[in-house]
């Protein structure tokens, strides 16, 4: 079936930090691999995504490679800001068009 | 891209009543999702709306509890029924992807923030 893992939080780091969310997953087929981002009180919205494998989705400085080999989907970013503080999921979406989420990562960017 | 309006945004219920939430796409979409958030949780689906067809429901889930309407290809209604402080949670609309594997994004509506007292 499909799954994904994801790792757990919170994570708490200084702005202008490295910040690295581990993401693999589990599916049958080729999925499509998104990251989403739920800012406090808000929604989800699309972060990036990439839909086959040595894909790299990016978007506002953060950036993901879909790694077929390790089943992984890493989100990065170089310098992290206050303004991305929130809560990061990632996904995958398989065959029935349903989404599959991970727990969730919440980040805080302390100035 | 689609534009999905949920409503209510909140609501604080009692114990025992019924809550029909709303969700609404500016366009016409063939698949509707209803995902579940608990607090600190990640999204949990618990159906997905077919138009024109019974909802198709997730292991955990069951029609009785959570009764899904789909009368045309722009509204769905998800009703929590005999609700408990359990069904505190998140609901979360959700329309997106074509058919077969492709990029494209699932889009959500802002959600609707239930407590049950």
């Known amino acids: 079936g499909n799954s994904v893992t994801q790792m757990e939080g919170p994570v708490t780091l200084s702005e202008e930090a490295f910040l690295t969310i581990n993401c693999t997953y589990t599916?049958?087929?080729?999925?499509?691999l998104f990251w989403y981002v739920q800012y406090p009180g808000e929604g989800l919205q699309l972060l990036l995504k990439?839909?086959?494998?040595?894909d790299k989705g990016s978007n506002k400085g953060f950036e993901a490679t879909y790694r077929k080999e390790t089943t992984s989907f890493h989100l990065e970013k170089g310098s992290v800001q206050v303004s991305d503080s929130a809560v990061y999921f990632c996904?995958?979406?398989?065959?029935?068009?349903?989404?599959?989420f991970g727990t969730g990562t919440s980040l805080t960017v302390i100035p | 891209s689609a534009v999905i309006s949920q409503k209510p945004s909140r609501d604080i219920c009692q114990r025992g009543t019924s809550l029909t939430i709303q969700c609404q796409v500016d366009?016409?979409?063939?698949?509707m999702f209803w995902y579940r958030q608990q607090p600190g949780q990640s999204l949990t689906l618990i159906a997905t709306?077919?138009?024109?067809?019974?909802?198709?429901?997730e292991s955990g889930f069951v029609i009785d509890k959570f009764p899904i309407s789909r009368p045309n290809l722009t509204f769905s209604t998800l009703t929590v029924s005999n609700m408990s402080p359990e069904d505190s949670s998140i609901y979360l609309c959700?329309?997106?992807?074509?058919?077969?594997?492709?990029?494209?994004?699932?889009?959500f509506g802002q959600g609707t923030r239930l407590t049950v007292v």
């Open positions: 959700s329309v997106g992807g074509g058919t077969g594997f492709n990029d494209r994004e699932a889009f």
């Open positions: 990439a839909t086959k494998a040595d």
């Open positions: 709306a077919n138009q024109g067809s019974e909802a198709t429901y």
């Open positions: 366009s016409q979409v063939t698949m």
């Open positions: 996904a995958l979406r398989g065959a029935g068009n349903q989404f599959y």
């Open positions: 599916a049958t087929g080729y999925p499509s």
